[in-house]
């Protein structure tokens, strides 16, 4: 026992450090645009950032292992991920739990933003402001956003809740034309 500064007997040194035992965590966000997704790792202290091409859904996996070599972590650590709430559904929150990856659903108008000045607006420094706040509310900090509760699948929209195909959609002006590019929204992926 370890006294304390009455010299009254305190908490053991074993006690004290289990308080203060972390265990490592990875943690992702991810910026989308329609040419290239921007994915940002970092471990509480490092950041890294990857560019994958826009839909490679194999492709969003494997930089998390390198992450986690890069930096010692296990495989087998956890990762933590978010993204913010749109039109998708919540197909992807489904996908990440399912592969292990706790994740978070975001509802964008909580997002804190610094209203004093204007700011650069880059997928680089988009998502590298997001994993900044994904790590400030998994240590404790709630007033950074507000999760949204995630719908059964019952519940939710038969229309939004499976992942968006590569093949082209009628474009909103209705005359038949296709628009160029896949259905992907912005936001956290």
Do not use: C
């Amino acid at each position: 026992m370890i006294p304390n500064l009455r010299g009254e007997p305190g908490m053991t040194a074993e006690l004290q450090a289990k308080d203060y035992e972390r265990t490592a965590v990875l943690y992702r966000a991810m910026e989308r645009s329609d040419a290239k997704w921007r994915l940002a790792f970092g471990e509480g202290t490092r950041q890294r950032q990857v560019g994958i091409a826009a839909g490679d859904m194999a492709g969003r996996l494997e930089p998390v292992g390198k992450a986690k070599a890069k930096w010692g972590l296990e495989l087998e650590a956890r990762t933590v991920s978010g993204y913010e709430a749109g039109r998708d559904g919540f197909w992807r929150h489904r996908q990440r739990l399912a592969l292990g990856i706790a994740n978070r659903v975001v509802d964008a108008a909580s997002i804190e933003v610094s209203r004093r000045a204007r700011r650069a607006k880059t997928d680089r420094l988009e998502a590298r402001a997001r994993l900044g706040k994904s790590i400030r509310y998994e240590q404790g900090e709630r007033g950074v956003w507000r999760e949204v509760r995630v719908p059964a699948v019952a519940w939710e929209d038969p229309s939004s809740s499976f992942p968006p195909t590569l093949t082209p959609f009628p474009s909103p002006g209705g005359r038949g034309a296709m628009a160029p590019f896949p259905r992907w929204g912005k936001g956290w992926g």
